[in-house]
């Protein structure tokens, strides 16, 4: 590899199973950029030397994973008003020397929101989780402007804490409702969003099937999980929109993309590698 080649990559652990080098590879090729996107495995001590080798000459920035997005922040020379906010960083931007934290991952869920609702702001939502990837969506969309927001995790303490730290003056309330009350609470909803893990691997469902059967005909189901959940897929069978995780992954992959390049990203050439290679694993 030459040494005048830019270095994007992810660090977490795991990472092997990212589909991100697929699809920054392709946009770097697309637009005649040499560069070029890698996997870093990181553990947990490995964290901050492998942040300080961003600051090499030819490190253009990375993206940063699960368990990494709370734990890098202190290692960083500035963070953007969004990564405050959310309380993670999913984005290094490396310029000059400095490293610069963001999170790209409000504005994939607002993309795949948008894409999923025809671009109409859903009157309210219902959140199911309480973790990192809540967050980022709980924000999205407070910002989008949705005016009932409803949390619902199953340690109601933890989805308290959450709602107290993004709850101010200005902002649309985030609501919080107990665990057991979700069938009678997603029958108002015009947006059920699953932010847990459950799903990622076999086929259990993050909560019972009663609440599928609850959601209003014309509801969106959203599962952050980029893969044919089974929550995806009884939604679908009820003849809902049942919107998997893969836009947010290629729109929050997008937008650090420009922040990296300073140039538009190839939305279209990232969402084909992303299919292709999915296509190719399976």
Request: charged share 15%; aromatic share 4%; net charge neutral.
């Amino acid at each position: 590899m030459p040494a005048t080649t830019m270095i994007a990559g992810l660090i977490g652990d795991p990472v092997a199973h990212s589909l991100s080098p697929h699809m920054h590879n392709a946009a770097f090729q697309s637009i005649g950029l040499d560069a070029q996107y890698e996997l870093w495995p990181t553990a947990h001590d490995g964290l901050a030397p492998r942040v300080t080798s961003l600051r090499r000459e030819n490190i253009i920035g990375a993206n940063i994973t699960v368990p990494h997005k709370q734990a890098v922040m202190p290692l960083l020379d500035g963070l953007s008003d969004k990564a405050r906010r959310i309380g993670a960083v999913n984005t290094i931007i490396a310029r000059d020397g400095q490293l610069h934290g963001d999170n790209t991952d409000a504005y994939g869920f607002n993309r795949s929101m948008a894409e999923a609702t025809g671009h109409l702001v859903p009157a309210s939502a219902l959140v199911v989780g309480a973790g990192g990837a809540a967050r980022a969506v709980l924000v999205s969309l407070q910002d989008a402007g949705v005016a009932v927001i409803i949390l619902v995790n199953r340690s109601q303490i933890t989805a308290d804490a959450l709602a107290g730290s993004l709850n101010a003056p200005g902002r649309p309330v985030v609501q919080v409702r107990p665990w057991n009350s979700m069938p009678r609470l997603v029958a108002s909803a015009a947006m059920l969003v699953n932010a847990t893990s459950v799903g990622w691997h076999g086929e259990e469902l993050p909560f019972g099937m009663d609440v599928i059967a609850a959601l209003p005909d014309d509801a969106v189901a959203m599962d952050l999980t980029y893969r044919s959940t089974a929550m995806v897929r009884a939604a679908l069978a009820r003849g809902l929109r049942g919107v998997d995780g893969l836009s947010m992954l290629i729109y929050q992959g997008a937008r650090a993309f420009e922040l990296w390049t300073g140039q538009p990203a190839p939305v279209d050439v990232m969402r084909r590698a992303v299919l292709a290679e999915q296509a190719r694993r399976s």
